[in-house]
Nanobody, 116 residues
Framework: QVQLVESGGGLVNPGGSLRLSCAAS????????MTWYRQAPGKEREFVAA????????TYADSVKGRFTISRDSAETTAYLQMDSLTPEDTAVYSC?????????WGQGTQVTVAS
């Protein structure tokens, strides 16, 4: 059974940090591009960051470049999103996606709230 389970969300002060995890199971993790998306209340879902399946190539949205770092651990079949220098504008539900060709899996999302 395919599963993507996000964790690590929560409430953090502006300027703080969080590390999100996306634990994958039920498919060949190495071959999938792992992507983090987020959706704030009343807004469309937007791309945050992606990491390729085999190569370490990463891509970031301009809004998070320099503050967020995406990584993956193939041994643990987990993708991570390290988020630093958080601002209230980063408040959203963060979801991870695994994609290989026409196959795409989604996690349930984890809430991140940045507020003082």
């Amino acid at each position: 059974q395919v599963q993507l389970v996000e964790s690590g969300g929560g409430l953090v002060n502006p300027g703080g940090s969080l590390r999100l995890s996306c634990a994958a199971s039920g498919f060949v993790f190495l071959g999938y591009v792992m992507t983090w998306y987020r959706q704030a209340p009343g807004k469309e879902r937007e791309f945050v960051a992606a990491i390729a399946g085999v190569s370490p190539r990463t891509t970031y949205a301009d809004s998070v470049k320099g503050r967020f770092t995406i990584s993956r651990d193939s041994a643990e079949t987990t993708a991570y999103l390290q988020m630093d220098s958080l601002t209230p504008e980063d408040t959203a539900v963060y979801s991870c996606n695994a994609r290989h060709g026409g196959t795409s899996y989604w996690g349930q999302g984890t809430q991140v709230t940045v507020a003082s």
